[in-house]
Nanobody, 118 residues
Framework: QVQLVESGGGSVQAGGSLRLSCAGS????????MGWYRQAPGKQRELVAR???????NYADSVKGRFTISRDNAKSTVYLQMNSLKPEDTAVYYC????????????WGQGTQVTVSS
């Protein structure tokens, strides 16, 4: 059974930092492109950051220079370091895995709440 479990969310003041973790079980993380998405109340889920199996990364324009995605395949964990947080970063953050090889598989975590106050 595949599980992606996010942790590290919480409440922080604007300008602060948080580090989210996503621990995967039941999958071989090195075979998966990994991503962090977020969904704010009343808005659609949006991509925050993605890291490929080769380690290449891409970010939403709104978080470039502030957030960093990384992966530790040996620990089967993906991280999202979030610095200089803004109130508009408030959302539920979800981890996603997308298998790079056949058969394709796509999984989501349950989400972790991040709240940034001004």
């Amino acid at each position: 059974q595949v599980q992606l479990v996010e942790s590290g969310g919480g409440s922080v003041q604007a300008g602060g930092s948080l580090r989210l973790s996503c621990a995967g079980s039941g999958i071989i993380l090195s075979e998966n492109n990994m991503g962090w998405y977020r969904q704010a109340p009343g808005k659609q889920r949006e991509l925050v950051a993605r890291i490929s199996i080769a380690g290449s990364t891409n970010y939403a324009d709104s978080v470039k220079g502030r957030f960093t995605i990384s992966r530790d395949n040996a620990k089967s964990t993906v991280y999202l370091q979030m610095n200089s947080l803004k109130p508009e970063d408030t959302a539920v953050y979800y981890c996603n895995s997308n298998r790079a090889y056949w058969p394709k598989r796509d999984y989501w975590g349950q989400g972790t709440q991040v709240t940034v106050s001004s």
